[in-house]
Each structure stands twice: as C-alpha cells, then as structure tokens.
C-alpha cells in the first residue's frame, strides 16, 4: 500500500525540525562553556619551591628547645631550692638566738660569782680591819703601861721584887697575845687580798660576758634581719620564675603557679610520709624496750623471790638444828603430849622502804610533773616565736621548755645547751612524754646544742621553731633527726 505523499512529507519535516533544534542546542552549549571557561580559569603562575630547613637550622631549632628544657628544669629546681634556702637561714637564726642566750647565761652566772666574790672579799676586809683595831689596841695599851721604863717601876713599890715576877709574867701573856693576833692578822690579810683578787677578776669576767651577749645579740638580730630579708626575696623571685615558666611552656600564670604549688605540696607530702614512717619506728622502738624493761623487772622480782625463800628455807633448818642440838640427853622419853597448833602464818617478806623518786628517773613524780608541763606547752600553740623571749605571749625553744617544766616545780636555765646539761641522759628509745628533745650543729657534740622540744610521746613533739613560725605540734623528723635526749 503506498502511503500518502503529503503524509511522508510531514513527518521528515517534523523530524528535520527536532534535528536542526538539537544541533543548535549543543552549539549554544559549547559557546557557553567556553566562555565561562575563557572568563572563570586565570592563568597559572609558576609554583614556589618549598622551604626546606638546613640542617644548621634544624640543629639550631633543637638547641633552643634543649636550652629552653633545661631553663625550665632550673628554674624548676630553683623553685624546690627556695624553701630548703628558708629552712637553712631559720636553722641560722635559731643557731645565732641559742648563741645569745648562752651569752645571757654565761653573764648571769657571770654576775653572780663576782657578787659572791664581793662579799667574800667585804667580809675579809671587814674582818682584817677589826684585827687591825686589835692590835692597835694591843699597841696603845703597851703605850700606856709605860712601855721599857714601867718595867722597872716594881722594884721602887712596897712589894718589891714579887710585883715585878707578876708583871713579867703579864708581861709575856700580853705578848704573846699581841703576836697571835699579828699571825692572825697577817693570815687574813692574805685571804682578803686573794679574795680581792677574785673579785676583780669576777669583774672583768662580767665585763666579757656582758661583751659577748652584746655581739650575740648582734648577731642574732642580723639574722633574724638576713632571714626576714631572704623571705621577701625569695618571694618575688618564686613570681618571677613562674612568669618565666609560663612564657616558656606556654601557660598561663595562673596555671604555672597551681602546678608549682602542686609540685610543693606533693614534695611535702612525701616528707610528711617519711616522717611519720620514721615516727612508727620510734613508737616500736620504745614498745620494745619497755617490753624489756617490764620483763627485766620481772626477773629481778622472780628471782628475789626465789632467794627469799632460800633464806627462809635455811633459817628455819638452822632452827631446827638448833633445837636438836639444845635437847637434854639420857631422859627418859616422855610421851609427847598433843596440843594444838596455832596455824603457822607464812613468812611476810621485809617491808622495804619505797624508793623516793628522783628527777629524771620517771617515776610517779616525773609523770606528773611531764603532763603539767605537756598542758603548759599546748596551751601556747600559735603563739609567736620570737629570740630570746621566755612569755608569756611569745616564746623561744629554751624559753618554751623552761616555762613548761617550771609549771611542774623544775627550774630549767634559758639556754638549751644547760638544759641538756642540767637534765638526765636517756637513749631514744627511752622517750617518755614530757622528755627533752635536743638538736645539735656536730651530732656528738652537746656544747653545739641550737634547738630543743618536748616530747608528747607517739613520735610527736611540742616546739616553737624559728621566725616566722609560731608553736606548733610537730613530728619529731620533720625536720632533722634530733642528736641528744634528756628527762628533767
């Protein structure tokens, strides 16, 4: 069948139309592309080389971080060093105020011994001035009688020759009293010139004394003054160096100090540890010994026991030989009448007089007398420290101790190295509460003694410690371990 020419005709006319579109679509879509490529797309400019360190830069950059660790680790460590530095000036401080009480000490007993030599010397002359009067009595008297020529007055009397015996006789006596009393005199005048000679001495002794409680106190005060300065600069020197820090971490103050308080904090921590581990060994120490003591005291009592009853064992077979030996012999035996026997009563032992108690043997009286001086000392925790103060608002070591045991009837002198002196020896591990704890320069030197402080058992202890820190309760190794100990 053939188709239509008019209908053949349309559709390759519609078909060329629908091509002709397309073809003008894809060329107006290539002219756009290209020209948003020709306004969109600049024109690339030649690349940059890299930058590449040397290796002298690189080595350069690591020494600086390296210098820059190693400021940080000084500065670190000059920080740790700040508070070991205050520790030091406070042991010189409590070292130079130690010094100048024994000073003080020294010129008080000073000032004691030339007063007593003064008097000794006032009475010696007052006693040779009145032998001095005697014999000028003695002399006057001589005078008086008429001296050569009143021994011849006895021949021209009425009694003659038997008045002149007697005056000779008197005559003698009187002389021989006038010599004793030479002898006498010239004794004493030995005595009182000695006595003179001491006294002067006494003197010029108060003199250095008072001359050498005068440097000390110099002393002290400088450092005391040293001290109060180091605090100050240390100080701003710990802000510097934390600034520093931040800048060189990158940190804020803020953030440098919280760790460098951290870092303190934790190193104090560790000290107060040991301490206390070192406290823990005292305390089994002295549970140890006086574990000890009780059973060596047991002992003891056992074994007088046991000889008491020997003895008594052996006087009553001693009596009974006796009674054997005193029977009369070749009588008849009577038969033994019975009789009752009163019980016989065990032997009581001697009654022993109970020991007095002496100081520092820790008896009854010690252990009253150390919680007196325990509750004195406490009663002044946060009061000031201050050299050479004895209360009753501020305190010294000595100062401290010698008020506490002054409560309980004990006279210490404000100089710890006296009252080391003064007090009995004991061991550590014979500490008691209320025992004396002694600190020392060279620790087998007791002349050295700087610091003291009382005991109030379980490795803790009472003190006033230095400048700048008031009465406090201590671990007996917060610090140094002590050297010497002592029971009042």
Same mark, same amino acid.
């Given at each position: 069948?053939?188709?239509?020419s008019?209908?053949?005709s349309?559709?390759?006319d519609?078909?060329?139309g629908?091509t002709?579109?397309?073809?003008?679509?894809g060329?107006?879509?290539?002219c756009?592309?290209?020209?948003?490529?020709?306004?969109?797309?600049?024109a690339?400019?030649?690349?940059r080389?890299?930058?590449?360190?040397s290796?002298i830069?690189?080595?350069?950059?690591?020494q600086?971080a390296?210098?820059?660790?190693a400021?940080v680790?000084?500065?670190?460590?000059?920080?740790a060093?700040a508070?070991?530095?205050?520790?030091?000036?406070g042991r010189?401080?409590?070292?130079?105020a130690?010094?100048?009480n024994g000073?003080?000490h020294?010129?008080?007993q000073?000032?004691?011994d030339a007063?007593a030599? %003064? /008097?000794r =010397?006032?009475?010696? &002359?007052q006693?040779?001035? #009145?032998?001095r009067? $005697?014999i000028? +009595?003695? *002399?006057?008297?001589?005078?008086?009688g008429?001296?050569d020529?009143a021994k011849l007055?006895?021949?021209?009397s009425?009694?003659g020759?038997?008045?002149l015996?007697?005056s000779?006789?008197?005559s003698?006596s009187v002389?021989?009293a006038?010599?004793?009393s030479?002898?006498?005199f010239?004794?004493?005048?030995?005595?009182?010139?000695?006595f003179?000679?001491?006294a002067?001495?006494?003197?010029a002794?108060?003199?250095?004394?008072?001359d050498?409680?005068?440097?000390?106190?110099?002393?002290?005060?400088?450092?005391? %003054? /040293?001290? =109060?300065?180091?605090? &100050?600069?240390i100080?701003? #020197?710990?802000?510097? $160096?934390i600034? +520093?820090? *931040?800048?060189?971490r990158?940190t804020?103050?803020q953030?440098?100090?919280?760790?460098?308080?951290?870092?303190e904090?934790l190193?104090?921590?560790?000290?107060?540890?040991?301490?206390?581990?070192?406290?823990?060994?005292?305390?089994?120490?002295?549970?140890?010994h006086?574990?000890?003591?009780?059973?060596?005291?047991?002992?003891e009592q056992?074994?007088?026991?046991?000889?008491?009853?020997?003895?008594?064992?052996?006087?009553k077979q001693?009596?009974?030989?006796?009674?054997?030996a005193?029977?009369p012999?070749?009588?008849?035996?009577?038969p033994?009448?019975k009789?009752?026997?009163?019980?016989?009563?065990?032997a009581?032992?001697p009654?022993k007089?109970?020991?007095a108690?002496?100081?520092?043997?820790?008896?009854?009286?010690h252990?009253?007398?150390?919680?007196a001086a325990i509750?004195?000392?406490?009663?002044q925790?946060?009061?000031?420290?201050?050299?050479?103060?004895?209360?009753?608002?501020?305190?010294?070591?000595s100062?401290?101790?010698?008020a506490?045991?002054?409560t309980?009837?004990?006279?210490?002198p404000?100089?710890?190295?006296?009252?080391y002196e003064?007090v009995?020896?004991?061991?550590e591990?014979?500490?008691?509460?209320g025992?004396l704890?002694?600190?020392s320069?060279?620790a087998?030197?007791?002349?050295?003694?700087?610091?003291?402080?009382?005991y109030?058992g379980?490795?803790?202890?009472?003190?006033a410690p230095r400048?700048?820190r008031?009465?406090?309760?201590?671990?007996?190794?917060?610090?140094?371990?002590?050297?010497?100990?002592?029971?009042?």
């Open positions: 069948m053939r188709t239509p008019g209908a053949t349309g559709r390759r519609a078909g060329t629908k002709g579109r397309a073809l003008l679509c060329v107006l879509a290539v756009m592309t290209g020209t948003m490529a020709l306004t969109t797309v600049p690339q400019a030649d690349p080389p890299p930058v590449i360190p290796r830069q690189v080595d350069a950059a690591r600086a390296a210098a820059q660790a400021e680790a000084a500065i670190e460590q000059r920080l060093g508070n070991a530095r205050l520790e030091q000036l010189a401080s409590g070292i130079a130690e010094k100048y000073a003080v020294r010129l008080r000073a000032q004691r007063a030599a %003064a /008097d =010397a006032t009475k010696a &002359a006693k040779l001035a #009145e032998q009067r $005697q000028g +009595r003695f *002399a006057a008297a001589s005078y008086q008429g001296g020529v007055a006895p021949l021209l009425a009694d020759p038997q008045q015996l007697d000779a006789g008197a003698r002389s021989q006038m010599q004793g030479y002898l006498r010239t004794a004493t005048q030995v005595v009182s010139n000695a003179k000679v001491q002067d001495q006494a003197v002794k108060v003199k250095a004394a008072a050498e409680a005068a440097k000390a106190k110099a002393a002290a005060r400088s450092a005391e %003054a /040293d001290q =109060a300065a180091a605090v &100050a600069a100080g701003g #020197e710990r802000r510097q $160096q600034a +520093r820090l *931040a800048t060189l990158r804020s103050y953030v440098a100090d919280q760790r460098q308080r951290g870092l904090e190193a104090r921590q560790r000290a107060a540890a040991l301490a206390a581990q070192k406290a823990e060994q005292l305390r089994r120490r002295i549970a140890a006086e574990a000890a003591e009780r059973a060596r005291i047991a002992a056992a074994r007088l026991a046991r000889a008491q009853r020997a003895e008594q064992e052996r006087r001693q009596e009974q030989a006796e009674q054997k005193a029977k012999p070749n009588r008849p035996a009577r033994p009448v009789r009752a026997e009163p019980p016989v009563k065990p009581k032992p009654k007089k109970p020991k108690d002496r100081p520092g043997n820790g008896g009854t009286t252990r009253k007398g150390a919680s509750a004195f000392a406490l009663s925790l946060g009061e000031p420290y201050v050299w050479g103060a004895q209360g009753p608002s501020s305190w010294d070591c100062g401290l101790t010698m506490a045991w002054e309980a009837g004990v006279r210490l404000h100089y710890s190295v006296a009252q003064q009995r020896h004991i061991s591990e014979e500490l008691r509460p025992d704890i002694f600190w320069e060279q087998d030197d007791p002349g050295t003694i700087f610091h003291v402080a009382l109030l379980g490795g803790r202890m009472v003190h400048s700048g008031p009465v406090t309760v201590d671990s007996v190794y917060y610090w140094e371990d002590p050297d010497f100990f002592g029971r009042p």
